[in-house]
């Protein structure tokens, strides 16, 4: 079981204050007891003084030594004497303990206390009673003179006035200290809220995250720590759910690519059976009886010759596309205009094999650093491509300009409609380019092996389709020629 933090807070901050008060009355009591004790003294010690210098008085204006039979007699008088002056009940008696007088003998016909029996044996004391609303002192002394102990004076205060003042402060005391406790358990109870409150939100957002909703979020209108931690919570989530879309979109690519790669390979498989096979078979035919028919002999070598070249380039176009560390060659200065020249003027024979045509436009002094042999077979696979796949019967169209410090190569050719999605992944090694109209033999290989030759020589290639023709750009940087300040 759980137990919420803001129940410990209560708990804890309940037993802090009940402590604290049962502390705080306790230590008032002893204070106002310790000051009233301190008061009654005082005043005793005061009463005893002056009631001593009027019994030696009584006894120098008579010329008595100490005597206990004298005491005895001015016993009323100073009595009387004494309850007035010091107004308090006066108590005479001898130093036996025996009530000589009283004006109010009913205030001392009580049993004997401490007070009597102390002065009875030569000390002074005194005893407190407290009876409801009423306190009350007696205070015993005995009283000596010339060294003689002739009787006891023993006195009757009423200090309930005192008692019931000290008695008010330490009420009020108390209930201020009890406000004052209430108000801050009152403010700690707010406090442990606001503070609890959205850590229980926090502990139930992060919940729904472990169980997968990655869309909750936390929204405080504070700017303390709890704010911060709610705004890093929320960053937190942001972060979960782009790495995760990330993973996703990653896992998904992946498995395009497998499935990609599977096709690749099912294909190329199928392709290199094909002539394979087409090669045996003619081979075993040309064994068995090749020699006694001349034409067949004939027709089966040119079959299996051109096979083999067929097989051959692709070969070398799958050892293009699985060459993960190209080892570029000295690059020189090369003309590319000439070379496309004479790849367009090669490359008519096969256009008109297919029923099409070469038109090309090429600028004097393309000047640029390449490979010369990897710029001619980059225009072979172009212009290879736009002849294989434009429509019948059509024109191939390329192009070749400088632009300011650029030279850009232009092939064009009208083509059936490329989707967008397609069009952005025809340079993928293991994406089939044209799936519906691919030639026989063809695994789509071409447009992959363009995109590393124009990367090796730190070119740029974009393939648009608009109003059913396809173009695809090429640039290249151009170095300065002579006629130019070179």
Do not use: W
Request: hydrophobic residues 40%.
């Amino acid at each position: 079981m759980i137990r919420k933090i803001s129940i410990k807070f209560l708990i804890g901050f309940f037993l802090i204050f009940s402590f604290s008060f049962v502390v705080l009355n306790q230590t008032v009591k002893e204070f106002i007891r310790t000051s009233n004790q301190n008061l009654v003294t005082s005043e005793l010690v005061g009463l005893k003084n002056n009631s001593n210098v009027y019994v030696r008085q009584a006894f120098l204006i008579n010329h008595f030594s100490s005597n206990e039979l004298y005491f005895g007699e001015i016993a009323r008088e100073i009595a009387t004497d004494l309850n007035h002056t010091t107004d308090s009940s006066v108590g005479v008696y001898t130093v036996k303990g025996k009530l000589l007088y009283a004006p109010d003998s009913s205030l001392f016909q009580q049993q004997m206390q401490s007070d009597l029996q102390q002065a009875i044996d030569g000390n002074t004391a005194y005893s407190i009673t407290y009876d409801r609303n009423k306190t009350t002192v007696l205070f015993s002394y005995p009283v000596v003179i010339d060294g003689s102990k002739v009787g006891i004076l023993r006195f009757y205060k009423d200090f309930s006035s005192l008692y019931e003042q000290t008695g008010q402060i330490r009420q009020i005391t108390l209930y201020i200290a009890l406000a004052i406790f209430a108000a801050a358990f009152l403010f700690s109870y707010i406090l442990s809220r606001h503070i609890t409150i959205p850590l229980t939100r926090l502990t139930q957002a992060s919940t729904e995250v472990k169980n997968g909703n990655l869309d909750i979020r936390l929204h405080f209108k504070r700017r303390d720590e709890i704010g911060r931690l709610a705004e890093n919570f929320n960053d937190m989530i942001d972060q979960i759910s782009r790495q995760i879309h990330i993973i996703e979109k990653d896992r998904d690519h992946l498995k395009q690519l497998h499935q990609q790669e599977k096709r690749f390979f099912d294909n190329i498989t199928h392709e290199l059976k094909t002539p394979l096979t087409s090669i045996l078979g003619y081979a075993e035919l040309i064994r068995l009886n090749g020699e006694k028919d001349r034409v067949f002999f004939d027709k089966g070598m040119n079959h299996i010759i051109e096979e083999s070249r067929r097989l051959h380039a692709m070969v070398l176009k799958l050892l293009e596309v699985s060459r993960k560390n190209i080892m570029i060659n000295e690059l020189d200065r090369v003309d590319i205009g000439l070379i496309l020249r004479d790849v367009c003027e090669s490359m008519t024979i096969r256009a008109q094999r297919y029923k099409k045509t070469i038109e090309y436009e090429i600028s004097e002094e393309l000047i640029m650093l390449a490979d010369g042999d990897r710029i001619r077979q980059l225009f072979i696979n172009l212009i290879d491509n736009a002849i294989k796949y434009s429509l019948p019967f059509s024109a191939v169209s390329v192009k070749a300009v400088r632009s300011e410090e650029k030279i850009r190569l232009i092939f064009s050719n009208p083509s059936d409609p490329i989707e967008a999605e397609h069009l952005s992944r025809l340079l993928q090694p293991f994406y089939p380019a044209y799936s519906d109209s691919a030639e026989e033999g063809s695994v789509g290989l071409g447009l992959s092996i363009v995109k590393s030759i124009v990367e090796e020589s730190a070119g740029s290639i974009m393939i648009t389709n608009e109003h059913n023709e396809t173009i695809v750009t090429v640039e290249f940087k151009a170095l300065e020629t002579a006629g130019n300040g070179e």
